[in-house]
């Protein structure tokens, strides 16, 4: 087998600002015929590089025929090709939207031969939804588990953690920062924040776009919130073929959230006025007629996509050749293991380059309180399984008969009976709750059966300095509206888990660019400019702050390379690294050659 065609961190790809969004659904939809793993095995690095330029180039001159939409400030829409399908200009109502025709051609090609399989798994699913949110309801918040940071490798205590996180898909580490230590950054953050252009969104007014405050770059370099990422990710299924090092955990420059903040922070209201609705209205539709709404990060649209989560070769044997979701869309739900990671890796969670859309794998999204945070502002959909497969499986099925207009009562009961739905025969290009660019959002009017008013529990009071990690399937909802809690701001800092893989160490070249020049982390911003930069502010950590902390640290930034072991020989470092095989071996060999090419050709 020839070796993995290896991309270079060069100015070419690895700069933010040479990636730009596609300007319309059709330009951002992959070519059906060709996926992204056969043009990985058929291109050398020259061929690679000649065929970013050209995208780059092509989605230049795109933006030349592009006109802005009076309906929606900022956003651009394309003339449509009469060979194409009309692009997608306003992607939030009350009702599921068509996609294009091609969505329905995916559809169908799932369900072709699993027909028979796939109904009777439907039945079975919604009799254990029945039984999973009524489990729920019943525990309430405390099914939630939690370990001391002191405690994590204690083994029994571990273990009943372990495997209570993997029945609920989200849990919290207690103590990870010392509290005061943790609560310092509030002041010092506020400080950052007020200086800065950056405002929040009017459909998420607590959540900034900020990413290199001093305590967003502390939390991130801490050496105990690396181990705390390290034994978390241990705790997954992970293969010894699988192409990922979960012992060394890479950072991923996310945003911060600040309750209760000062009026100059709020996000800004729109000066010009608008006769058609934007996104954030929309949005505001869809939370006020479609009842709670909680969402699923990680891609929406991508997994179904054989270019997204799904594979499409159907023989595949090995795990990191299939499909996330095979299991569940070949009418065996129960065989589905949220936490078989192989086939992530592989996965591609953000086709269409949404804002905010993550590129990295990561094996849990996670936020650190540094105050303390009060039950409610945090609600999590705790059933990793059969939540997943539900809504992975809703968008092929249809109810036979309309629901009532009061949700209880036999009448409700009999709309939501599994013989009151049926498989489409012939599949629609609707996906409820999910729409290109954005994450996918599970509504109480587009997916009843799981009862979201149950089934969404919140989590209990969290100190300064606790960590919360939750499975990336896992659906979950932040209230923005919440009062102020016990202290007069709350902030919590998104820190996600991912381990270091070839994909991670590629965003991490990009990633690492745009730290150096204050500018927003890539996944956030195409341009480089339109969230401002933070690189004037002096207060600013740079590389020898984060040196401070060790070479771990500077590892997890993509500012020191990896020692690279002989395989299945004791890895140098953190004495929480354990031994190495082969695949994980290489995976570091791979990522030092794409960070630092000057010191590994």
């Given amino acids: 087998m020839p070796p993995p065609v290896v991309v270079l961190a ?27 793993h056969q043009v990985r095995e058929k ?69 072709n031969g699993h027909e028979a399989a796939l109904r009777t ?44 996180l993997k029945r609920y898909g989200v ?45 967003q770059i502390r939390m991130r370099a801490h050496p105990r919130v690396l181990a705390a990422q390290r034994f978390m990710m241990g705790l997954w299924e992970t293969p010894e073929e699988a192409q990922l090092v979960p012992q060394y955990p890479i950072a991923y420059a996310d945003r911060i959230r600040l309750h209760g903040a000062e009026p100059s922070l709020k996000p800004e209201t729109p000066h010009a006025s608008r006769q058609a609705k934007s996104a954030d209205d929309w949005l505001a539709q869809l939370h006020s007629s479609g009842g709670l709404i909680v969402q699923v990060d990680n891609g929406s649209l991508e997994r179904w996509e054989p270019d997204g989560y799904h594979c499409s070769n159907a023989n595949a044997r090995n795990a990191a050749h299939m499909g996330t979701y095979d299991s569940v869309f070949r009418g065996n739900w129960e065989a589905y293991d949220p936490w078989e990671c192989a086939s992530r890796v592989s996965a591609t969670p953000d086709l269409y380059n949404g804002h905010g859309a993550c590129s990295m794998f990561r094996m849990y999204q996670g936020m650190l309180a540094l105050s303390t945070i009060e039950p409610g502002i945090i609600r999590f959909l705790p059933s990793p399984k059969l939540a997943v497969a539900y809504f992975l499986l809703r968008p092929f099925f249809s109810p036979k008969s309309p629901p009532p207009a009061v949700r209880e009562g036999p009448a409700w009961d009999a709309f939501l009976a599994p013989e009151n739905w049926e498989l489409d025969s012939t599949q629609t290009s609707i996906i409820h709750g999910a729409v290109p660019g954005h994450a996918q959002r599970l509504t109480e009017l587009w997916h009843p059966h799981l009862h979201l008013r149950r089934s969404v529990v919140t989590l209990p ?15 979950y909802h932040v209230n923005a509206n919440f009062g102020r809690g016990a202290d007069d701001v709350s902030v919590m800092v998104y820190v996600p888990a991912a381990p270091l893989t070839q994909t991670n160490a590629l965003y991490l070249a990009r990633q690492r660019k745009a730290f150096q020049r204050g500018l927003a982390a890539p996944d956030f911003d195409c341009s480089g400019s339109r969230l401002g930069s933070e690189a004037p502010d002096g207060s600013r950590p740079m590389e020898e702050d984060i040196a401070a902390f060790g070479p771990t640290a500077l590892q997890a930034m993509g500012l020191a390379p990896w020692d690279v072991p002989e395989s299945k020989a004791e890895a140098t470092g953190d004495s929480d690294t354990k031994r190495l095989s082969r695949a994980e071996t290489e995976v570091i060999r791979l990522a030092n050659i794409i960070l630092f090419p000057d010191t590994c050709m």
């Fill in 10 to 36: 060069t100015d070419a790809i690895s700069d933010s600002s040479s990636v730009c969004k596609p300007n319309t659904l059709d330009q951002c939809l992959p070519n059906p015929a060709l996926t992204s």
């Fill in 43 to 111: 291109r050398s690095p020259a061929e690679r590089l000649d065929k970013h330029r050209h995208i780059h180039q092509q989605r230049r001159a795109n933006k030349l025929k592009t006109r802005q939409d009076p309906g929606m400030p900022g956003s651009t829409r394309t003339v449509p090709s009469p060979a194409l399908d009309p692009p997608v200009t306003s992607y939030w109502g009350v009702e599921p939207l068509p996609l294009p025709s091609r969505i329905a051609h995916i559809k169908q090609a799932l369900v």
């Fill in 121 to 164: 798994s439907w039945t079975r699913l919604i009799a254990a939804l029945r039984a999973e949110v009524d489990h729920i309801e019943g525990l309430g918040m405390h099914l939630i588990p939690s370990i001391d940071f002191a405690d994590m490798h204690n083994a029994n205590q571990a273990g009943r953690f372990g495997d209570a």
């Fill in 171 to 215: 849990a919290v580490v207690r103590g990870v920062i010392a509290r005061d230590e943790a609560e310092a950054g509030v002041a010092a953050t506020l400080e950052y924040a007020l200086g800065k252009t950056a405002r929040a969104t009017l459909s998420d007014p607590t959540c900034y776009d900020l990413f290199w405050s001093p305590a």
């Fill in 461 to 475: 009071t969290l100190q300064a300095g606790d960590y919360i990690f939750w499975h990336p399937d896992v659906a």
